[in-house]
């Protein structure tokens, strides 16, 4: 399987140790998942709507899709430096956000390359308000720079 950065090809390949198996993204820009923890493997496709591809200030890249049961998903992987200070304080994630950052620590301390892996549920109305004004953005920068 061939990727466009080191650090994708990586996850991909850990998913699929851990039962999750990406089959392909086809033409109607679908992901299709392959869920092989049950006894029957199920397959799951997520629409995906928006990539907003990784730069040297964001730190991050991000995907929005649409999951089977009609969710729209934020999903973002970074630099943990950019990504920790974005998580959720909600006090019953409050477990699971320290014992990642003691974890990212630890790595880190040991030399290892460390990257976050985040999701974020958002209401449909809050994407569709947010998708009009990025395509807006999205517009007047390629204007811009035709003109230059």
Request: glycine share 2%.
């Amino acid at each position: 399987m061939s990727s466009t950065s080191p650090d994708e090809l990586a996850l991909i390949n850990a998913a699929k140790y851990y039962g999750i198996k990406f089959i392909e993204r086809n033409q109607f820009n679908e992901l299709i998942i392959e869920n092989v923890h049950h006894q029957q493997s199920q397959l799951y496709k997520y629409e995906l709507l928006n990539v907003i591809e990784y730069n040297s200030e964001r730190k991050r890249m991000s995907v929005i899709v649409k999951a089977p049961n009609g969710e729209i998903k934020v999903l973002c992987k970074g630099a943990d430096s950019v990504l920790a200070p974005l998580l959720s304080d909600n006090e019953q994630c409050q477990d699971i956000k320290y014992q990642t950052m003691d974890d990212l620590y630890d790595y880190a301390k040991d030399g290892l390359r460390t990257l976050m892996i985040c999701e974020r549920v958002i209401p449909t109305s809050f994407y569709k308000s947010w998708v009009y004004k990025y395509e807006q953005a999205k517009t007047a920068i390629n204007h811009k720079q035709l003109k230059i």
